[in-house]
Every structure is written in structure tokens, then in C-alpha cells.
T-cell receptor, first 115, second 117 residues
Framework: DTEVTQTPKHLVMGMTNKKSLKCEQH?????MYWYKQKAKKPPELMFV???????INESVPSRFSPECPNSSLLNLHLHALQPEDSALYLC??????????????FGEGSWLTVV | AQKVTQAQTEISVVEKEDVTLDCVYE???????LFWYKQPPSGELVFLIR????DEQNEISGRYSWNFQKSTSSFNFTITASQVVDSAVYFC??????????????WGLGTSLAVNP
């Protein structure tokens, strides 16, 4: 069983809605990630938090807003999304990114549909 | 360039067949890490193995085995006696540092494996 849990599993939202994806890990990791994955493609990195501070933003549009309230929690706030933002959103965690080769562990993902 | 190539887009086998998934990588780093992940239709990316560049020993875990060869920059994955539950997309990935020394994963495009009864 995965130790990275994501809620909700499925989300349908309108283009004017505000919603949030939530992620929690209990592995004591201090790095957390958001990835976006479209069908038949590999995951694309969106954001990385290291020690609760945003360390990487891969030029993600501002309609996606990450938040890391503490070392175990990671949120992704969604506002004014477009239909092309429909995808699988994966949360992940690892030991801090400063050390090379640390394994990244993924959650089950949140399937997002924007209508 | 640093990249990962999984030349097989889709593979279809019959249960109990052995199947090998190929992964070829390019990197300028002398120290690097390679990974395999499994993604079943449910969506979760399941970590299978991590291998560092200094350890060329092959690894076996049950029906799974991995062959790492630096001379050919390959890290191939073999499933012995495949089962229907092995049906998934398998990703090979390379861990590298970007210009800011942030470690990131470079992913192959994945191989979709269908194991038919």
C-alpha cells in the first residue's frame, strides 16, 4: 500500500470553480512534489517543495497554486482551469532533493476533469 | 544531451511468456541513478528498483530481474513467466542535476505491456 495518500481520487470541476487537491505522506520525507500526467505520456514535474519551501516551479501557470502547510502535507489549489488541464495529478515525496538518487514515491493520483 | 529511450511503445504477450523491456540512457554525469516504475491502469506509479552508476550487479526480485550494462548504457527489465497482473505501463527514468543542482527525473516515454490470458 502506498504511503502517499491523495484526495480526492476523482474531481470534476467547471472552469470558474475553485478546488484543491490534497496529499499527505507519513514517511518522514522532507521533499514533496506535484506532477501532471496526460494520457500515454510520462509525468511532468510541476512543483517541488524542500523543507516546506518551494524550490522548483517549472513555469506552471498561476491558476495552479501549491501550498505546503507542514512537512507531511501538500496541497494544490486550482482556480480558473482550462479543459486542457484535465489530467492525472500525482503527488510524490522523497528525502530531500539535495542528495542524489533519492527514490521518489508516488501517490495514487487525482484524476481531474475540467468541463 | 541527457535522455532516456524506451524504444518499445507497446508489447503484447501471452501469460507465462518471458518479456524484456528495454531502456537506453544518455548522460554526461559520472554518478547517476536509474529507476523503473510500474503504472497500472489505476494510475499509481509504483517504484520497482533504483540502481546507481557504480553498481553493475544484476538484480533479481521474484519474477523480476534487471540487467544494468554501463558499456551499452542500458538498464533492461525482464519479467519471467508473465502474469495478467503485470499488465501496466513501465517507465524507466534517470536522476540528474539541472543547472541549479536540483535533482530531477528524466523519464522515458514508457512501454505499455499487455499480458493476455
Amino acid at each position: 500500500d502506498t504511503e502517499v495518500t491523495q484526495t480526492p481520487k476523482h474531481l470534476v470541476m467547471g472552469m470558474t470553480n475553485k478546488k484543491s487537491l490534497k496529499c499527505e505522506q507519513h514517511m518522514g520525507h522532507r521533499a514533496m512534489y506535484w506532477y501532471k500526467q496526460k494520457a500515454k505520456k510520462p509525468p511532468e514535474l510541476m512543483f517541488v517543495y524542500s523543507y516546506e519551501k518551494l524550490s522548483i516551479n517549472e513555469s506552471v501557470p498561476s491558476r495552479f497554486s501549491p501550498e505546503c502547510p507542514n512537512s507531511s502535507l501538500l496541497n494544490l489549489h486550482l482556480h480558473a482551469l482550462q479543459p486542457e488541464d484535465s489530467a492525472l495529478y500525482l503527488c510524490a515525496s522523497s528525502h530531500p532533493t539535495g542528495a542524489s538518487g533519492n527514490t521518489i514515491y508516488f501517490g495514487e493520483g487525482s484524476w481531474l476533469t475540467v468541463v | 544531451a541527457q535522455k532516456v529511450t524506451q524504444a518499445q511503445t507497446e508489447i503484447s504477450v501471452v501469460e507465462k511468456e518471458d518479456v524484456t523491456l528495454d531502456c537506453v540512457y544518455e548522460t554526461r554525469d559520472t554518478t547517476y541513478y536509474l529507476f523503473w516504475y510500474k503504472q497500472p491502469p489505476s494510475g499509481e506509479l509504483v517504484f520497482l528498483i533504483r540502481r546507481n552508476s557504480f553498481d553493475e550487479q544484476n538484480e533479481i526480485s521474484g519474477r523480476y530481474s534487471w540487467n544494468f550494462q554501463k558499456s551499452t548504457s542500458s538498464f533492461n527489465f525482464t519479467i519471467t513467466a508473465s502474469q495478467v497482473v503485470d499488465s501496466a505501463v513501465y517507465f524507466c527514468a534517470l536522476n540528474r542535476a539541472d543547472a541549479g543542482n536540483n535533482r530531477k527525473l528524466i523519464w522515458g516515454l514508457g512501454t505499455s505491456l499487455a499480458v493476455n490470458p
